[in-house]
């Protein structure tokens, strides 16, 4: 895997915003998918959101509930994830993930990069 750069993470009050990034290096520019994972202690990663640039294609998962949004800057390679109204269930590590692949998928298994993850905590 070629590591991904994050950024963004940090403590927020219940209701608040953050803006998590991630910069793919440019040997990871052949990629064609980029999305989203969180995992809080003891439970499964999940999918958050995910973007197909070459298909056009955004998606998000229920639990979102409208309150997430994704962005991606092609020039640059990097995507964006903003986050409002925060909950304390949002609370978990957030990692971003990357692949080149025909469809976007909502399974960690197929994603072939990966970063190391930046830590959301949202107090009550």
């Known amino acids: 895997q070629v590591p991904l750069i994050e950024s963004g993470g940090g403590l927020v009050q219940a209701g608040g915003s953050l803006r998590l990034s991630c910069t793919a290096s440019?040997?990871?520019?052949?990629?064609?998918?980029m999305a989203w994972f969180r995992q809080a202690p003891g439970k499964e990663r999940e999918f958050v959101a995910g973007?197909?640039?070459?298909?056009?294609?955004?998606e998000y998962t229920d639990f979102l509930k409208g309150r997430f949004s994704i962005s991606r800057d092609g020039a640059w390679n990097t995507m964006y994830l903003q986050m409002n109204s925060l909950q304390p269930e949002d609370t978990a590590t957030y990692y971003c993930?990357?692949?080149?692949?025909?469809?976007?998928?909502?399974?960690?298994?197929?994603?072939?990069?990966w970063g190391q993850g930046t830590q959301v905590t949202v107090s009550s």
């Open positions: 993930a990357a692949v080149r692949s025909i469809s976007l998928s909502r399974t960690a298994d197929h994603y072939t990069y």
């Open positions: 440019e040997r990871t520019f052949i990629i064609n998918i």
């Open positions: 973007h197909d640039w070459n298909a056009g294609i955004t």
